[in-house]
């Protein structure tokens, strides 16, 4: 029998997984859309741009290129759609109490002198979230950033518990996730670990309610925020996912991504 501390961190790899792999979470290999069509994560293809929200039409249901990931059963759905705001059409992320995700898996590619840019604009606060305290962990953007890398590194517990998680999924989990989110109490710059596993690590970009209802840019160079998150070089960049969170803290809230691209940048 599992212990109740293994299974949430089987849990969390596994919805790793389903957001950034492409693998169906804890209920096989169909998953359903939110247009209620089902398909097999399996045979996702690998894609060399990340899709554009700006260069397609405003409309409900999924964004071209994008595919919408279940973290978990038991938990609600994010609402994801295309609207026009401002001119321009954005993916609008509207959760309550709710967790799920969009990913697209990539052809890999190296991480030297790669950067990500993208704006988001959080319109609501989440009060109770606390990204440092597993119980409190929801955030109104997320941007997730896959990496592959030589498992047989990993100490031996990291090692059992992917094998574990890849056998349940029938996925092989990432080797490591570097997480960019909005947070409400923690500063800017800090790097948080997951309370379950070691291999994904969340780096502060925004903080605090200060800037509700405001567009913020980044640009992020992923070489670097690597070795910052985990003291070494990364491996490949193999797959982007968004996650809007409201499932720990019972709340609500509405966010926007604007368009999310990799950038190859020979900095002098």
């Not at 690998?46 to 409309?59: G, N, T, V």
């Not at 709710?98 to 697209?104: I, K, N, R, Y």
């Not at 989440?126 to 119980?135: G, T, W």
């Not at 800037?211 to 925020?225: I, K, T, V, Y």
């Amino acid at each position: 029998m599992l212990t109740t501390s293994l299974y949430r961190t089987l849990l969390v790899l596994i919805a790793t997984s389903s957001l950034l792999m492409g693998c169906a979470g804890l209920t096989g290999n169909s998953i359903e859309n939110e247009a209620g069509q089902a398909f097999n994560a399996d045979q996702l293809p690998a894609q060399e741009d990340l899709p554009k929200f700006s260069a397609q039409k405003a409309r409900n249901g999924m964004p071209e290129g994008w595919h919408f990931y279940r973290i978990a059963p038991y938990k609600k759905n994010t609402i994801y759609r295309l609207e026009n705001y401002q001119g321009r059409t954005v993916l609008a992320a509207n959760s309550k109490t709710s967790a799920s995700g969009l990913a697209v898996k990539l052809r890999p590619r190296a991480a030297q002198n790669l950067w990500l840019q993208w704006e988001w604009k959080a319109v609501g606060a989440i009060p109770q979230a606390d990204n440092a305290e597993s119980q409190h962990d929801d955030a109104p953007l997320r941007i997730l950033v896959a990496f592959d890398g030589n498992k047989s590194k990993l100490p031996l517990k990291e090692k059992l518990t992917f094998e574990m998680a890849s056998l349940i999924s029938g996925q092989e989990m990432p080797y490591a996730t570097v997480m960019y989110i909005w947070s409400g109490k923690n500063t800017v710059n800090t790097v948080l670990n997951n309370a379950h596993t070691s291999r994904v690590k969340m780096i502060v970009v925004d903080s605090g309610w200060d800037n509700l209802g405001e567009w913020r840019q980044h640009e992020r160079d992923l070489a670097a925020d690597y070795k910052l998150a985990y003291g070494e070089a990364p491996g490949n960049v193999i797959g982007i996912a968004l996650l809007t969170d409201t499932d720990n803290t019972k709340s609500e809230a509405r966010a926007l991504y604007g368009d999310i691209e990799l950038l190859r940048k020979y900095v002098k």
